[in-house]
């Protein structure tokens, strides 16, 4: 009795149809633009790249000095 138990729903979800899977996103190809910001505008580029930098770089030793602080009493 359990093996038609088994086989009865394997066979129901075989039977469903599969839904086609689209994409409905489109990228250009063009110079310039392959990257998602303006890098014409070359100082405001500088400027997003040194603070995405900075604080990348610098936010463990900032976590790590504000533990070590609060561990030993905010010394």
Do not use: C
């Amino acid at each position: 009795m359990s093996m038609l138990l088994r086989s009865a729903p394997l066979r129901a979800a075989r039977a469903l149809p599969k839904a086609n899977q689209v994409r409905n996103v489109h990228f250009e190809n063009v110079v310039d633009h392959t990257i998602p910001t303006n890098v014409t505008n070359k100082p405001w580029l500088a400027a997003k790249m040194i603070v995405f930098t900075v604080l990348g770089f610098g936010t463990p030793f900032y976590a790590a000095r504000w533990q070590i602080q609060k561990s030993s009493g905010g010394a």
